[in-house]
Nanobody, 119 residues
Framework: QVQLVESGGGLVQTGGSLRLSCAAS????????MGWYRQAPGKQREWVAA???????NYADSVKGRFTISRDNAKNTVYLQMNSLKPEDTAVYYC?????????????WGQGTQVTVSS
């Protein structure tokens, strides 16, 4: 079981920056991958970025070059640095922890944090 708590959302102007944090209730070193998703009003939740336990990162094309995902295992925290924000980045951002065992797969979610980018 993993509890995730996001923070760092808010209102920012176009071109601005925000850093989201996701604090986990247990050590994240053994979690296979952690990621960020977002959901805009009236749209489906979409994947934004992910980082594996080995530190490999991947990004959605829409955020590549603007967002950076990172992890601090000592603090059990994953970050999403968002630069050059656009109005279309407005959404609720959710942290995800993806855990696989020999027999099962688990996905854990945070409660979400609102990001609003004004034009």
């Amino acid at each position: 079981q993993v509890q995730l708590v996001e923070s760092g959302g808010g209102l920012v102007q176009t071109g601005g920056s925000l850093r989201l944090s996701c604090a986990a209730s247990r050590n994240i070193f053994s979690i296979n991958a952690m990621g960020w998703y977002r959901q805009a009003p009236g749209k489906q939740r979409e994947w934004v970025a992910a980082i594996t336990s080995g530190g490999r990162t991947n990004y959605a094309d829409s955020v590549k070059g603007r967002f950076t995902i990172s992890r601090d295992n000592a603090k059990n925290t994953v970050y999403l640095q968002m630069n050059s924000l656009k109005p279309e980045d407005t959404a609720v951002y959710y942290c995800n922890a993806h855990v696989t065992t020999m027999t099962q797969i688990y996905d854990y979610w945070g409660q979400g944090t609102q990001v609003t980018v004004s034009s």
